[in-house]
């Protein structure tokens, strides 16, 4: 009897603990990217970001750096699939200077975690000279 009480009693504490997922955990080079040929030059560049989801808290930190003038802001935006820009979903901080650092956390709805995880959600860190984004990275599973 006692074996099967304490059996039970394991049971009951195994069904009352939350369950925890893993956190899933993503990274993208930051590359610079120019819509069209008028503003090549604006447009260099590199750094990288990671990305942490944690439920619904997407978790973003990177660097940048060789930027042709300051960082302004960083966004995260959803597309369709990966390579095809969306809309903002959120905002990042950046340090500034042309180089330094990009970091925030926003909360995904779960048709944004669903992008997320088919490659749809990216980084773009915005610079003075390329104000329409001049490095642009595309969320990967890591």
Do not use: C
């Amino acid at each position: 009897m006692t074996a099967r009480f304490f059996a039970i009693v394991a049971t009951g504490l195994a069904l009352a603990a939350p369950v925890m997922a893993d956190d899933l955990q993503f990274s993208s080079p930051l590359d610079p990217v120019a819509f069209d040929n008028s503003n090549v030059k604006n447009n260099v560049g590199n750094g990288n970001v990671t990305a942490t989801l944690s439920g619904n808290a997407l978790t973003i930190t990177g660097s940048y750096a060789s930027l042709s003038s300051e960082a302004i802001d960083a966004h995260v935006k959803i597309g369709l699939a990966e390579g095809v820009p969306g809309p903002v979903i959120g905002e990042l901080k950046v340090s500034g200077g042309m180089e330094g650092q990009v970091s925030g956390t926003i909360k995904l709805s779960s048709a944004q975690i669903a992008a997320l995880k088919k490659g749809a959600i990216s980084v773009v860190v915005d610079s003075a000279k390329a104000p329409d984004g001049n490095l642009w990275g595309w969320l990967a599973a890591s």
